[in-house]
């Protein structure tokens, strides 16, 4: 979407269907429609007037959501029952992010040639102190420390649970009927509270769960 404008405008032009597809919604729901309309409501709100870079941010936390962040809260909702869970959030851009590569691969255009664009971009932004477009943490950025920290967490965890420590800070064991709180793995690491609490509680009432994932929730 970041590089097709036609993309955006295909999605935006059958919304219904695109919502449906993007959330898991079966095709038989009864209030189908009407679940797309509330969804496309919590994104895009009417006449809400989103700029180009506006309405992109929105339709990524709509797939975030839809894919990852509304299957982990009940994951954990569900695994939390049974056994403690110690989540992290993952919020560090990689020095050579994946994201760059990506850009690179789908944006238009002769790839010799864009490849020779954003070496010089690159050159211009070192003599200019201009900083590169930021696409924020890109899925693979954590594969460069994924192993250490996966080691490190392992190794705490069977010495003692009660203990878990990464750079100094603690990660508690979670105490039942508290708010979840996650282990933000950044610059400066530190604990959180959930930071998509708000929108997940805004998906929950529309049981979207329930209609992609029926025997998971029974």
Not at 24 to 30: F, R, V
Not at 41 to 64: G, H, R, V, W
Not at 118 to 147: E, Q, S, W
Request: glycine share 4%.
């Amino acid at each position: 979407m970041y590089n097709s404008d036609e993309i955006v405008e295909n999605y935006e032009k059958n919304w219904d269907n695109c919502i449906r597809w993007t959330f898991g919604i079966p095709e038989d729901t009864p209030n189908a429609k009407e679940l797309a309309a509330k969804i496309k409501a919590i994104y895009f709100p009417e006449k809400s007037n989103l700029t180009k870079d506006q309405k992109l941010e929105q339709f990524t936390k709509m797939f975030s959501d839809a894919y990852f962040l509304l299957h982990l809260n009940h994951c954990i909702s569900v695994q939390s029952q049974f056994s403690p869970i110690y989540p992290y959030y993952f919020n560090r851009r990689g020095g050579p992010s994946f994201s760059v590569i990506v850009n690179l691969l789908t944006s238009k255009g002769s790839l010799p040639v864009k490849i020779a664009k954003h070496v010089a971009a690159i050159i211009y932004n070192k003599i200019t102190g201009n900083k590169p477009r930021d696409y924020g943490v890109c899925h693979t950025d954590d594969i460069a420390m994924l192993f250490k920290i996966s080691i490190i967490f392992n190794v705490d965890f069977a010495t003692d649970p009660a203990l878990m420590t990464f750079r100094g800070v603690a990660f508690p064991k979670p105490e039942p009927g508290k708010r979840l709180q996650y282990l933000e793995l950044c610059e400066n690491p530190k604990m959180i509270d959930e930071p998509f609490q708000e929108r997940v509680n805004t998906l929950k009432p529309l049981d979207l769960i329930k209609l992609c994932l029926p025997a998971a929730t029974q």
